[in-house]
């Protein structure tokens, strides 16, 4: 199971995470992060190549997998940026209160077993008038789509370690005391309509906004 975690999965999220609709996405909202950058999962550095080093002052890449941390690894030698990575699980994220300008999770808070901690850890982290930065797999409105997603959760949670279908990710965000402020929604081809509903957007700090 370790090997798997460590040595297979890196290698399926990295071919399979960033298919064009995907990567559009990416480009749309990760160039928006600036200041103090934490992102939370950053797996195998999807997201690294589209980050502007020149807002971007210091990021942060918690990832607790070791195969995500030497794949990101790859990828950060040919940015411009200044990247820390910090190998911890993002339910116990090591900075202080209040230094973050930007948190960014693409497909971590849909994975993350402890989601509310998690939450309540980027509200802690943030700025006041900080922003998260999401982009998020979870549960579609369609009753039908729905109920696939119910049916092929366990298979995907096991391949995609701890991946769920079903969360509804802006509901746990706002529960979590951050608000919404932009959200776009959509399924992403060329994945089934089950595996590929998404979320993407940004939320606040509530003590800013
Ligand atoms: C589906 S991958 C997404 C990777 C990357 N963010 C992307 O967009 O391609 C989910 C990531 O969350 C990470 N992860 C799993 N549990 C975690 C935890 N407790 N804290 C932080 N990251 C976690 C996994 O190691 C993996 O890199």
């Known amino acids: 199971m370790l090997f798997y975690r460590d040595h297979i999965y890196p290698y399926l999220v990295d071919g399979l995470g960033d298919p064009p609709p995907i990567r559009q996405v990416r480009r749309q909202i990760i160039p928006l992060?600036?200041?103090?950058?934490?992102?939370?999962?950053?797996?195998?550095?999807?997201?690294?190549?589209h980050y502007d080093p020149a807002r971007v002052r210091k990021l942060y890449a918690l990832e607790p997998n070791p195969g995500?941390?030497?794949l990101a690894e790859r990828r950060r030698?040919?940015?411009k940026l200044n990247v820390e990575f910090l190998d911890l699980p993002g339910e116990r994220i090591p900075l202080e209160a209040s230094v973050v300008d930007t948190v960014v999770s693409t497909f971590t808070l849909c994975t993350i077993p402890g989601i509310a901690e998690a939450i309540r850890g980027i509200g802690r982290v943030l700025k006041p008038g900080g922003k998260l930065i999401f982009f998020e797999l979870g549960l579609s409105p369609d009753p039908t789509v729905q109920r696939w997603q119910k049916r092929l959760e366990p298979v995907h949670h096991w391949l995609f370690q701890g991946?769920?279908?079903t969360r509804d990710i802006p509901a746990l965000i706002q529960q979590g005391g951050?608000?919404?402020?932009q959200v776009e929604a959509g399924y992403?081809?060329?994945?089934?309509?089950?595996?590929?509903?998404?979320?993407?957007?940004?939320?606040?700090?509530?003590?800013?906004?």
């Open 33 to 49: 992060a600036q200041g103090t950058v934490l992102e939370i999962g950053v797996g195998s550095g999807a997201n690294l190549p």
């Open 68 to 70: 995500m941390i030497r």
């Open 77 to 79: 030698r040919r940015t």
């Open 163 to 165: 991946l769920y279908l």
């Open 178 to 181: 951050l608000q919404i402020e």
């Open 188 to 209: 992403l081809a060329p994945f089934l309509k089950s595996s590929s509903y998404c979320w993407w957007g940004a939320a606040a700090t509530t003590a800013y906004v």
